[in-house]
């Protein structure tokens, strides 16, 4: 079945530092990728999202490219901030007709200034 | 547009009770999704209603079962709660007619089970 792995954290960083959060997928078909982030008690928001080999997306400054040959989809950001303290998922979407959504165990970041 | 709600925040139960947690879906969405987040962990699928049917289930024992309702909201029934139940329930809304392009989330129901 599908699965999505995801470096394991926390991962700490000062505030300016570079970020790259590792993921993996395995899947059949053609799944589309996102990012989540969620905050402390708090739901899941969606980052950014791609629908297809190569397309990179990006918000906030975060960006992820869809690589189909490597089966990835790191999450990285060139200079994070206190505010960016967060817990990160990597997920799929399934490519069949229903609708599933893959997670991965997530990643916590914490920015210190 | 409300988004996604959720209902109840926060409950707390005992080992052996039953609960439902309720999920108003965003507007215009016709697919309702729910989601185990145990502490620490990634948010595991347990099961997904369309047309009023759950269509798609993950690996949950029939402990877990659910409703939708014809204005598309939904229901979450657990039966002879476990304490592994304690968990973050996320309900998720799509819309099947407009591709699936993203889910959107509720901020889920903390359950406690003691």
């Known amino acids: 079945g599908d699965s999505v792995t995801q470096m394991e954290g926390p991962v700490t960083l000062s505030e300016e530092a570079c970020l790259t959060i590792n993921c993996t997928y395995t899947a059949t078909g053609y799944p589309s990728l996102f990012w989540y982030v969620q905050y402390p008690g708090e739901g899941l928001q969606l980052l950014l999202k791609a629908t297809k080999a190569d397309d990179k997306g990006s918000n906030k400054g975060f960006e992820a490219t869809y690589r189909k040959e490597t089966t990835s989809f790191h999450l990285e950001k060139g200079s994070v901030q206190v505010s960016d303290s967060a817990v990160y998922f990597c997920?799929?979407?399934?490519?069949?007709?229903?609708?599933?959504?893959?997670f991965g165990t997530g990643t916590k970041l914490q920015v210190i200034p | 547009d409300a988004g996604v709600t959720q209902s109840p925040t926060h409950l707390i139960k005992t080992r052996g009770q039953q609960v439902t947690l309720r999920c108003s879906p965003k507007?215009?969405?016709?697919?309702v999704s729910w989601y185990q987040q145990a502490l620490g962990q990634g948010p595991q699928f347990i099961f997904q209603y369309y047309e009023e049917e759950e269509r798609q289930r993950g690996n949950f024992p029939d402990r877990f079962s659910g409703h939708q309702f014809p204005n598309y909201s939904s229901e979450l029934n657990v039966n002879a709660l476990l304490l592994g139940d304690s968990a973050l329930y996320l309900c998720?809304?799509?819309?099947?007619?407009?591709?699936?392009?993203?889910?959107?989330f509720g901020q889920g129901t903390r359950l406690t089970v003691v």
């Open positions: 998720a809304s799509s819309n099947q007619a407009g591709g699936y392009t993203e889910a959107f």
């Open positions: 997920a799929l979407y399934s490519s069949g007709g229903y609708q599933k959504v893959t």
């Open positions: 507007s215009g969405h016709d697919t």
